[in-house]
Structures are given as C-alpha cells and as structure tokens.
Nanobody
C-alpha cells in the first residue's frame, strides 16, 4: 500500500490550501482514511477522517467549519480543503488508512494501518 500526500506549501493566514492523498495497492472500499498533523515539538494529532464507501466525515474541533475532507473513489484520492488558515495550522500533514474501518472513525494514530510521507503546510501571520 502506498499513500502519497501532496499540496502543502506556504500560505498567508486567512488563505486556503488543498491537500491530496493518492492511495494505491489495495481495495479501499471498506476503509476509513484520515488526515493527521504534527507541528514541531508536538505530538501527531487527528484532523479529519472520511469513510471510503459512503463518504461520511468527522473532524477535530479545531478545524471544524474551516476544513473539508472528501474523497474521489474513481481516482483513489482523498482531499483536505483547508480554508481560513491560521498560524496554528502550520504542521506536517499526513494521510493515513484504516483497513476495514466501516462506520467507525478512528482518531488515534495507532488505529491506522498505513501512512503517507507527509506534506508541510506553512502559514504566515
């Protein structure tokens, strides 16, 4: 399984970025995929997750209303649209896959089976 994250970059506070995660190597139809982030000196934290089959979503409170997670099953790609960026959103963002997640949305790092390499988001104030 390979998860390839991209789309990070430098953006001003209040701006927007869209991250992508291309998945390959297995059938993801019953999986849950998610985004985590890790700021310097901090632990990796949950951002959002989406069920691959039905597209149901869940978000961390810190990003609710500003970020939108989605997936395109035909392209095997997950997205994270990040609007109204804040300096505290600055981190390395990782995509992850939970096998056979079904309707359960894992929010802990250890619950996910596969990880992408991360993409850096920098937000200037």
């Amino acid at each position: 399984v390979q998860l390839q994250a991209s789309g990070g970059g430098l953006e001003q506070a209040g701006g927007s970025l869209r991250l992508s995660c291309v998945a390959s190597g297995r059938t993801f139809s019953n999986d849950v995929m998610g985004w985590f982030r890790q700021a310097p000196g901090e632990e990796r934290e949950f951002v959002a997750a989406v069920s691959w089959r039905g597209g149901s979503t869940t978000y961390a409170d810190s990003v609710k209303g500003r970020f939108t997670i989605s997936r395109d099953t035909a392209k095997n790609t997950m997205y994270l649209q990040m609007n109204s960026l804040k300096p505290e959103d600055m981190a390395v963002y990782y995509c992850a896959d939970k096998r056979f997640g079904g309707l359960y949305f894992p929010t802990r790092e250890y619950e996910y089976d596969y990880w992408g390499q991360g993409t850096l988001v920098t937000v200037s104030s």
